[in-house]
């Protein structure tokens, strides 16, 4: 993510896994240059998530998600539904 700042500094970094689906805000605290992190499964949250970027809606609407919206604060979306097949 580093490297994908120093080249373009205004992209939306984002991460999924294990690790950031069961520690969203410490994941964001501890790494700074992140945007923000998927919360559970990420296929559905992904699309809305691009849409919220490209300033389609609020990230805060787009639930399974926690981001950073100011320098050091933090925020977790509702839990997205697991996907049903």
């Keep these: ?8 500094p205004s992209s939306f970094t984002v991460l999924g896994g ?11 605290g501890e790494c700074h240059m ?17 849409e919220a970027v490209r300033g389609d809606r609020k990230l805060a609407s787009v639930n399974g998600i926690a981001f950073t919206f100011k320098e050091d604060a933090q925020m977790e979306t509702s839990p997205r539904p697991f996907i049903r097949s």
């Design 18 to 28: 294990p690790h950031p689906s069961f520690l969203p805000i410490e994941t964001l």
């Design 1 to 8: 993510m580093e490297a994908a700042k120093d080249v373009s």
């Design 34 to 50: 992140l945007d923000a992190v998927y919360i559970g499964e990420g296929e559905e949250t992904e699309v809305e998530l691009a």
